[in-house]
């Protein structure tokens, strides 16, 4: 029995999703396009609306950004150290065990004050024993000087005799007591000699002992000890427990700042200059200086030239090996020389952070309206963390001193404390 006959040819499978999924899939595919723009939208958004943070300062006369050639601003600023101008480590003059040493880091001394002994017992007995042999060749003087006069008398004696009667006394008794009046005389010779050389033997003696007690060269104050008791100083180190100096002191009287000045700005700074001192300590506190003295050497490696600023406020506040910034004030325009060039651009100095150097060219970020604004300026050299702004600044700017890495143009941003 025969079926009807299919034809397979038109049997094929469906491949194509069912209508709903395309439409699932086209949704989901609308629904992520829209997410995208609007969190893209929101960014820029929140982006144009953000505000940073920053730091600035404004350019204007007697500030930190304040015009150089204004009388009573700071023409160069240079950063040092505190020094003493006088200041020694004290030694010992001979080698020698420690035995006291009764100051310490603080101390006050004067000019002469013992402030340590050595182990001095055999300088003592050779003292003692100088004294003995001065006082025994004294004795011994004083009885050859007796010896001689009586020599002398005896002398005299035999000569008014045999003047007055030839008879009763020889011209050979005469020249015996002549020689032994002259063998006296040599003897007490030899005798002041002696006593001498005891005297000096003595003093030599005391010298040594002498140099067992070490003083303080100069009135001032003890900065540290440099040994202890029980240690072996010398004058110069000779290794092992040897040491050298014994304490360091200085005249707290004599303080000032050595400072480097680069030598670009070094003709701004002369002898007797006005600046003003700010230790690292105490950043508030501003103190009183002159310049005391410009080094007439260059440092080839730095570039700079060192200058040193007596400090003229002095306080106890102040210590040697303190951080200094020293401002050297513009002096007044009073002569020719030193007079401003009429019509010359006025210049600036800025923090080294304010400044922005890229491809060559020299930029710095106003802020103008909360916004940033580039201004490209002619800078000089660094000098003590600040840079002189020659070009492109008028003053009474704003400029940005820190707060952002990457700037830009038009950036909104909010000052620190403002």
Known sequence: MSGPAHDLSKLRINRDPPPEVRRAFGRTLLIIGVVLAAAAAAFFVVR????????A?????????????????????????VVARTRASVSAKIPGRLAALPVDGGSVVRKGEVIARLDNADYQAAVSEQQANLATSQAQLIEAESERDQSQREYNRVKDIRASNPNLVSAQDEEVAQNRMAT??????????????ARAALRFA??????????????????????????????????????????????????????DVNEAYIGRVHHGQTARITLDAYPDTAFRGSVRQVVPTADRQRATVQVKVSILDHDRRILPEMGARVDFVAASPDTAASAPIVGAAPSFRLPVA???????TTTVWLI??????????????VSAGYREIRRGLTGGEMVLTGGLERPEQGMRVEVRGK
Do not use: C
């Open 368 to 381: 103008r309206g909360g916004k940033l604004e580039s201004r490209t300026v002619e800078a000089g050299p």
């Open 48 to 55: 144009s609306r953000s505000v940073a943070t920053v730091d």
């Open 184 to 197: 006296s005389a040599a003897r007490a010779s030899a005798a002041r000699a002696r006593v001498d050389a």
């Open 354 to 360: 304010a400044i922005f150097e890229s491809g060559g």
């Open 206 to 259: 005391e010298a040594n002992l002498e140099n067992t007690y070490i003083r303080a060269p100069f009135s001032g104050t003890v900065l540290r000890k440099e040994a202890e008791v029980g240690e072996v100083v010398a004058p110069s180190v000779g290794g092992g427990l040897t040491r050298g100096a014994v304490v360091t002191m200085a005249d707290l009287s004599t303080l000032e700042v050595e400072v």
């Open 57 to 81: 300062i404004v350019v204007e006369g007697g500030s930190v950004g304040g015009s150089a050639a204004a009388p009573g601003a700071t023409a160069v600023t240079a950063n040092g150290y």
